[in-house]
Protein backbone atom coordinates (compact mmCIF):
# COMPACT_ATOMS: atom_id res chain seq x y z
CA UNK A 1 0.00 0.00 0.00
CA UNK A 2 0.93 3.57 -0.84
CA UNK A 3 0.83 6.91 0.87
CA UNK A 4 -2.71 7.38 1.72
CA UNK A 5 -4.97 10.51 1.42
CA UNK A 6 -8.14 11.18 3.16
CA UNK A 7 -9.64 14.60 1.65
CA UNK A 8 -12.78 14.85 4.54
CA UNK A 9 -15.66 17.37 4.30
CA UNK A 10 -16.11 18.24 8.09
CA UNK A 11 -19.19 20.51 7.94
CA UNK A 12 -19.63 24.16 8.44
CA UNK A 13 -17.75 24.74 12.16
CA UNK A 14 -19.76 22.62 14.89
CA UNK A 15 -18.36 19.26 15.84
CA UNK A 16 -22.05 18.16 15.77
CA UNK A 17 -21.73 18.70 11.60
CA UNK A 18 -19.44 16.19 11.56
CA UNK A 19 -19.93 12.30 10.28
CA UNK A 20 -18.76 9.14 12.04
CA UNK A 21 -16.66 8.12 9.23
CA UNK A 22 -15.33 11.59 9.19
CA UNK A 23 -14.27 11.45 12.85
CA UNK A 24 -12.82 7.59 12.37
CA UNK A 25 -10.29 8.80 9.94
CA UNK A 26 -9.01 11.70 11.69
CA UNK A 27 -8.48 9.71 14.29
CA UNK A 28 -6.42 6.78 12.75
CA UNK A 29 -4.37 9.41 10.71
CA UNK A 30 -0.71 9.89 11.18
CA UNK A 31 -0.49 13.73 9.54
CA UNK A 32 -3.62 15.82 9.36
CA UNK A 33 -3.19 19.30 7.34
CA UNK A 34 -5.93 21.85 7.39
CA UNK A 35 -6.71 25.49 7.73
CA UNK A 36 -7.01 27.02 11.32
CA UNK A 37 -10.89 27.27 11.45
CA UNK A 38 -11.16 23.75 10.20
CA UNK A 39 -8.78 22.67 12.98
CA UNK A 40 -10.27 24.45 15.37
CA UNK A 41 -13.62 22.03 14.48
CA UNK A 42 -12.00 18.74 14.69
CA UNK A 43 -9.51 19.45 17.70
CA UNK A 44 -11.18 16.74 19.85
CA UNK A 45 -10.88 13.89 17.71
CA UNK A 46 -6.60 14.61 16.95
CA UNK A 47 -4.59 13.50 19.72
CA UNK A 48 -1.31 15.66 18.97
CA UNK A 49 0.52 13.21 21.07
CA UNK A 50 0.58 10.60 18.33
CA UNK A 51 -0.28 12.58 15.30
CA UNK A 52 1.70 15.40 13.56
CA UNK A 53 -0.74 18.26 13.18
CA UNK A 54 0.34 21.10 10.39
CA UNK A 55 -1.95 24.09 9.90
CA UNK A 56 -1.84 25.48 6.38
CA UNK A 57 -2.39 28.95 5.17
CA UNK A 58 -2.92 30.11 1.22
CA UNK A 59 0.94 30.92 1.39
CA UNK A 60 2.60 27.99 2.41
CA UNK A 61 0.25 25.00 1.73
CA UNK A 62 2.57 24.01 -1.23
CA UNK A 63 5.37 23.78 1.01
CA UNK A 64 3.31 22.22 3.87
CA UNK A 65 1.48 19.69 1.34
CA UNK A 66 5.30 18.36 -0.44
CA UNK A 67 6.68 18.48 2.92
CA UNK A 68 4.62 16.16 4.70
CA UNK A 69 4.19 13.54 1.51
CA UNK A 70 7.81 13.34 1.38
CA UNK A 71 7.72 12.59 4.94
CA UNK A 72 5.27 10.26 4.90
CA UNK A 73 6.07 6.24 4.92
CA UNK A 74 3.91 3.85 2.78
CA UNK A 75 1.39 2.32 4.72
CA UNK A 76 0.48 5.87 6.40
CA UNK A 77 -2.23 7.83 6.41
CA UNK A 78 -3.17 11.48 6.56
CA UNK A 79 -6.10 13.53 6.45
CA UNK A 80 -6.97 17.39 4.68
CA UNK A 81 -9.93 18.09 6.22
CA UNK A 82 -11.92 21.10 4.51
CA UNK A 83 -14.64 23.42 5.87
CA UNK A 84 -17.83 22.31 4.83
CA UNK A 85 -18.18 19.69 1.43
CA UNK A 86 -14.68 19.13 -0.19
CA UNK A 87 -16.30 18.51 -3.31
CA UNK A 88 -17.60 21.67 -3.38
CA UNK A 89 -15.61 25.00 -3.35
CA UNK A 90 -12.24 23.28 -2.63
CA UNK A 91 -11.64 21.80 -6.05
CA UNK A 92 -8.43 23.34 -7.01
CA UNK A 93 -6.67 22.33 -3.60
CA UNK A 94 -8.10 19.02 -4.00
CA UNK A 95 -6.92 18.97 -7.55
CA UNK A 96 -3.69 19.62 -6.58
CA UNK A 97 -3.50 16.81 -3.81
CA UNK A 98 -4.53 14.59 -6.33
CA UNK A 99 -1.24 15.25 -8.32
CA UNK A 100 0.89 14.72 -5.69
CA UNK A 101 -0.48 11.56 -3.90
CA UNK A 102 -2.25 10.24 -7.18
CA UNK A 103 -5.68 9.35 -7.99
CA UNK A 104 -5.73 5.46 -6.44
CA UNK A 105 -4.47 6.49 -3.08
CA UNK A 106 -6.87 9.23 -2.60
CA UNK A 107 -10.04 8.97 -1.03
CA UNK A 108 -12.76 11.76 -0.70
CA UNK A 109 -15.30 11.96 2.40
CA UNK A 110 -17.94 13.98 1.92
CA UNK A 111 -19.40 16.72 4.53
CA UNK A 112 -22.58 18.77 5.36
CA UNK A 113 -22.12 22.39 3.42
CA UNK A 114 -22.63 25.63 4.58
CA UNK A 115 -24.93 25.58 1.14
CA UNK A 116 -26.62 23.01 2.81
CA UNK A 117 -27.29 24.37 6.49
CA UNK A 118 -28.36 27.90 4.71
CA UNK A 119 -30.71 25.66 2.37
CA UNK A 120 -32.76 24.11 5.65
CA UNK A 121 -32.88 27.58 7.60
CA UNK A 122 -34.00 29.16 4.62
CA UNK A 123 -36.30 26.63 3.27
CA UNK A 124 -35.29 26.87 -0.19
CA UNK A 125 -34.80 23.76 -1.82
CA UNK A 126 -31.90 23.35 -3.48
CA UNK A 127 -33.22 21.41 -6.69
CA UNK A 128 -34.74 24.63 -7.49
CA UNK A 129 -31.96 26.98 -6.96
CA UNK A 130 -29.09 28.13 -8.78
CA UNK A 131 -25.82 26.95 -6.36
CA UNK A 132 -22.92 28.65 -7.33
CA UNK A 133 -19.12 29.46 -5.31
CA UNK A 134 -16.98 32.58 -6.33
CA UNK A 135 -14.60 31.47 -3.65
CA UNK A 136 -11.74 30.14 -6.62
CA UNK A 137 -8.99 32.00 -7.66
CA UNK A 138 -9.71 31.79 -11.50
CA UNK A 139 -11.96 33.55 -13.82
CA UNK A 140 -15.50 34.35 -12.44
CA UNK A 141 -17.28 36.65 -15.11
CA UNK A 142 -19.15 33.67 -16.55
CA UNK A 143 -20.66 32.51 -13.25
CA UNK A 144 -21.55 36.11 -12.56
CA UNK A 145 -23.86 36.16 -16.09
CA UNK A 146 -24.72 33.02 -14.81
CA UNK A 147 -26.37 34.40 -11.55
CA UNK A 148 -28.21 37.31 -13.87
CA UNK A 149 -29.51 35.10 -15.88
CA UNK A 150 -30.92 32.83 -12.72
CA UNK A 151 -32.51 35.78 -10.82
CA UNK A 152 -34.11 36.96 -14.15
CA UNK A 153 -35.32 33.70 -14.24
CA UNK A 154 -36.93 33.71 -11.36
CA UNK A 155 -34.59 31.22 -9.39
CA UNK A 156 -33.53 31.14 -5.97
CA UNK A 157 -29.66 31.29 -5.61
CA UNK A 158 -27.44 29.99 -3.05
CA UNK A 159 -24.15 30.99 -3.15
CA UNK A 160 -20.57 31.38 -1.67
CA UNK A 161 -19.18 34.68 -2.06
CA UNK A 162 -14.72 35.89 -2.77
CA UNK A 163 -12.98 37.47 -0.48
CA UNK A 164 -10.21 39.41 -1.47
CA UNK A 165 -8.04 40.26 0.64
CA UNK A 166 -5.47 43.14 -1.32
CA UNK A 167 -6.96 43.81 -4.40
CA UNK A 168 -10.75 44.82 -3.76
CA UNK A 169 -11.34 44.63 -7.61
CA UNK A 170 -11.47 41.01 -7.05
CA UNK A 171 -13.70 40.84 -4.34
CA UNK A 172 -17.38 39.69 -4.87
CA UNK A 173 -18.53 39.86 -1.37
CA UNK A 174 -22.28 40.38 -0.34
CA UNK A 175 -22.20 44.07 -1.10
CA UNK A 176 -20.77 43.62 -4.53
CA UNK A 177 -23.34 41.19 -5.52
CA UNK A 178 -25.93 43.70 -4.60
CA UNK A 179 -24.13 46.60 -6.56
CA UNK A 180 -23.46 44.17 -9.56
CA UNK A 181 -27.36 43.12 -9.85
CA UNK A 182 -28.20 46.56 -9.45
CA UNK A 183 -25.94 47.55 -12.20
CA UNK A 184 -27.55 44.48 -14.30
CA UNK A 185 -30.66 46.18 -14.02
CA UNK A 186 -31.83 44.04 -11.33
CA UNK A 187 -34.70 45.79 -8.70
CA UNK A 188 -32.83 44.86 -5.52
CA UNK A 189 -35.29 46.50 -3.50
CA UNK A 190 -37.26 43.67 -4.35
CA UNK A 191 -35.07 40.68 -3.82
CA UNK A 192 -35.46 39.04 -0.62
CA UNK A 193 -32.05 38.08 1.03
CA UNK A 194 -30.21 35.88 3.70
CA UNK A 195 -27.13 36.04 5.05
CA UNK A 196 -25.34 33.43 7.11
CA UNK A 197 -22.13 34.23 8.77
CA UNK A 198 -20.34 30.96 10.86
CA UNK A 199 -23.16 28.31 10.47
CA UNK A 200 -23.23 26.01 13.09
CA UNK A 201 -20.66 28.11 15.69
CA UNK A 202 -22.50 28.94 18.39
CA UNK A 203 -20.86 31.46 19.34
CA UNK A 204 -20.11 33.26 16.42
CA UNK A 205 -22.98 32.54 14.07
CA UNK A 206 -25.09 35.36 12.59
CA UNK A 207 -27.73 35.60 10.42
CA UNK A 208 -28.79 38.53 8.19
CA UNK A 209 -32.68 39.05 6.39
CA UNK A 210 -33.93 41.68 4.62
CA UNK A 211 -33.56 42.70 0.93
CA UNK A 212 -30.81 42.69 -1.31
CA UNK A 213 -30.30 46.28 -1.95
CA UNK A 214 -29.49 46.39 1.92
CA UNK A 215 -26.87 44.77 1.65
CA UNK A 216 -25.01 47.90 -0.12
CA UNK A 217 -21.40 49.31 1.88
CA UNK A 218 -22.36 46.01 4.59
CA UNK A 219 -19.46 43.93 5.77
CA UNK A 220 -20.11 40.18 6.23
CA UNK A 221 -17.48 37.37 7.05
CA UNK A 222 -15.32 35.62 4.73
CA UNK A 223 -17.43 32.45 5.88
CA UNK A 224 -20.54 33.32 4.75
CA UNK A 225 -23.44 32.20 2.92
CA UNK A 226 -25.86 34.44 0.60
CA UNK A 227 -29.57 33.17 -0.69
CA UNK A 228 -31.53 35.31 -2.83
CA UNK A 229 -35.31 33.84 -2.10
CA UNK A 230 -37.55 33.46 -5.07
CA UNK A 231 -38.99 29.91 -4.05
CA UNK A 232 -42.22 29.75 -5.60
CA UNK A 233 -43.98 26.43 -3.12
CA UNK A 234 -45.35 23.79 -4.67
CA UNK A 235 -47.19 21.11 -3.43
CA UNK A 236 -48.00 17.56 -4.94
CA UNK A 237 -51.64 18.31 -4.82
CA UNK A 238 -50.92 20.76 -7.50
CA UNK A 239 -50.61 18.20 -9.99
CA UNK A 240 -52.78 15.81 -11.51
CA UNK A 241 -52.39 11.97 -10.18
CA UNK A 242 -50.86 9.70 -12.80
CA UNK A 243 -51.54 5.96 -13.25
Known amino acids: MSKKLYVVGV ?4 PLYLTDIAKEVIRKCHYIMGYKYTLKTIETFIDKSRQKVSEITLWNQ ?3 YLDIYKKMKNNEYCAVPFTGDASFSESEVVDRLL ?4 DDNVEILPGISSIQVAAAKTKVPLDKAYIATFHVTGD ?5 KELIHAV ?3 KSVILLPRPWSGDLTKRFMESDVAMFLKKNGIKTSALNTFVF ?3 TNKEKETAFK ?6 EGQEFSDLSVMVIDQTKRQTYLEFEETR
Request: a negative charge; hydrophobic letters at 30%.
Open 210 to 215: GKVSEL
Open 99 to 102: EIFG
Open 62 to 64: EVV
Open 197 to 199: EYL
Open 11 to 14: GPGS
Open 140 to 144: IEKKK
Open 152 to 154: NEG
